[in-house]
């Protein structure tokens, strides 16, 4: 489903970050992306869902053509992916459930599919009783799950979360993690750049490590190798 | 579009009125000051205007015909005058309406012209006037030119120091509106920028979940209409009642022909939906304009 191939990125100033990337990424997988900062992991999140293209190489999704994609249609593909961050970037004058609906009201939806839809994600993320709260109002964790239900909303193929549970508690990040394993089993791929070492070596998934700009290590189950 | 999805950006567009606070004021106060300005100055240029079209419209070529000139010259004459290219009307005026004219001007000492009425020493003319008030001069030389013409009389230097002052008045009056209505709209476009600057991170998070570029700015277009319009406001009201005030002042205490406003009905109107389409421009252009910048991501 995704495809990366020989994938280079050199940015305006001069810095390499990906130096020659190529992967495969099945539908359905749970990956974890690790390395050291300043690796290239968020470049190579980035190029998923076109913040950035690549210097060189290319990248499909579902068979599209991401590296010569016209402009025009880049919002459309980013309705299949959600992606979610580390700061959550909520819309902080709208409400919880504002947030979320906006998602659909991109896509035209009818507003009683939105209410349904948003009603139901909040739901899924426990946080039916704060829909009329503004992020603000929000601890860390829930403004996390508010922005993990905006990004599943839509019921995208992909999730991109970088770097999702760094602003996080542990035991929020737990609650948080849950959340990916639950959306993940019902068929969605999951990309995620992390730092924790707790994460990757409890929940263990498929590891992808890039260092200086390359994959180093691409283990099934595997663990996080690196120390905190 | 769907229509639902017209309805939806015009609710955000109202609801970021509101949402943005202080920046709306801000935006809205811009719009107020600079259109006080543009409303005030055009009531003032097309004023002048007007009194100047007035004022050349009064200008008119007394064409005296010889008393030799025979009932067929005078005929001819008409003809020759009407063939020349910059007539615009010609109408003939017979001795005897001149006198009557001179006894009803002169008021209570036309009696003693009233002697006259036996033997009119008068001449027989044709008032012409020109198409183009500017050209009074050029027709009245080729009109005193004609056979059969007496004398030609159009008042020479009032005229054209008339028409000196007039080009000048429409010309810098055309530079000062339209270098008004400049700094309007980058004073507003900057202020509007700023709101806008404010909102980048939100722009991004719309693109990051797959707003279209239209999308994203309709609302801001509503919005920058909304702001624009609310900011014509106070204008309006003010050109609206200071108008109506200043044309029922002036009229009662001026009695200069020349002198006459635009009437308050339709000019105030008017100029209050030029002022109303001058504020909605500005918002929106100035909000399409900055929001332009931060689609690019």
Known sequence: MIKMRDVHKTYANGVTALNG???????????????????GKSTFVRLMFRETKPSEGSITINDVDMSNMKEKNVPFLRRNIGVIFQDFKLLSKLTVYENIAFALEVIEESPRNIRKRVMDVLELVGLKNK?????????????????????IVNHPKIVIADEPTGNLDPETSWGIMRIFEEINAQGTTILMA?????IVNTIKKRVIAIEDGLIVRDEHRGEYGYEV | MKFRTMKRHLREGIKNIFRNGWMTVASVGAVTTTLLLVGAFLALMLNLNHMADGLEEEVQ???LIDRTATEDDIQE???????IDQTGSVSFSSKDDQLDQLIEDMGKEGNTWKMFEQDNPLSHAYVVKAKNPADTEALAKKIGSLENIQEVNYGKDVVNRLFTFNEYARNIGIVLIAGLVFTAIFLISNTIKLTIMARSEEIGIMKLVGATNGFIRWPFF??????GTLGAILPVTAVLTGYYYLD?????????DF?????????????????????????????????RKFLKI
Do not use: C, N
């Open chain 1, 131 to 151: 829909a009329r709260f503004l992020p603000d109002e929000l601890s860390g964790g829930e403004q996390q799950r508010v922005s993990i239900a905006r990004a």
């Open chain 2, 222 to 227: 509503i919005e920058g209409m909304l702001l």
């Open chain 2, 77 to 83: 004459l008409r003809d020759k005058i009407q063939e």
């Open chain 1, 194 to 198: 992390t730092h924790s070492k707790e």
């Open chain 2, 61 to 63: 070529i007394d064409a």
């Open chain 1, 21 to 39: 990337i190529t992967i495969d990424i099945d539908q359905g997988e749970f990956v974890y992306i690790v390395g050291p900062s300043g690796a």
């Open chain 2, 248 to 256: 029922h002042s002036i009229s009662d205490k001026i009695t200069y």
């Open chain 2, 259 to 291: 002198v006459e406003l635009l009437p308050f009905s339709p000019f105030a109107w008017q100029l209050s939906l030029i002022i109303v389409a001058i504020g909605a421009f500005i918002g929106v252009w100035g909000s399409v304009m900055s929001v």
